[in-house]
């Protein structure tokens, strides 16, 4: 048997955690049910949060470590190619009121 967060695990037993609530726990978050797409910002080291789990797991959306889905390559192209397909069929507009930045600026993607 082992003590865990306070709590008594028998010895063989099975723990199941909620992988959907480590990207809402307040602890690691701030304001975590707010819809804040800069959390996500950056690449490599700069990167807010880093979905392999390899700095630390913030959230799991492929799981980590040595498990992750063997599809998270596949998965991230596909969502680019989504988000740009919507960006190409659907007209775009800003919201009233709200000055949107177009300035271009030099980056490699």
Same mark, same amino acid.
């Given at each position: 048997?082992?003590?865990?967060?306070?709590?008594?695990?028998?010895?063989?037993?099975?723990?199941?955690?909620?992988?959907?609530?480590?990207?809402?726990?307040?602890?690691?978050?701030?304001?975590? !049910?707010?819809?804040?797409? #800069?959390?996500?910002?950056? /690449? @490599? =080291? *700069?990167?807010?949060?880093?979905?392999?789990?390899?700095?630390?797991?913030?959230?799991?959306?492929?799981?980590?470590?040595?498990?992750?889905?063997?599809?998270?390559?596949?998965?991230?192209?596909?969502?680019?190619?989504?988000?740009?397909? !919507?960006?190409?069929?659907? #007209?775009?507009?800003?919201? /009233? @009121? =709200? *000055?949107?930045?177009?300035?271009?600026?030099?980056?490699?993607?």
């Amino acid at each position: 048997d082992a003590e865990l967060g306070g709590y008594k695990v028998p010895k063989k037993g099975t723990i199941n955690f909620n992988v959907a609530e480590i990207g809402r726990d307040p602890a690691v978050w701030e304001e975590p !049910m707010e819809f804040k797409p #800069e959390r996500f910002v950056g /690449e @490599g =080291e *700069e990167a807010a949060v880093d979905i392999t789990g390899s700095r630390g797991i913030k959230m799991m959306p492929f799981g980590a470590g040595r498990r992750i889905c063997p599809g998270i390559g596949l998965a991230m192209l596909h969502l680019e190619y989504y988000v740009a397909n !919507m960006v190409k069929e659907f #007209e775009w507009k800003e919201v /009233e @009121g =709200e *000055e949107v930045d177009l300035t271009e600026k030099m980056e490699f993607t």
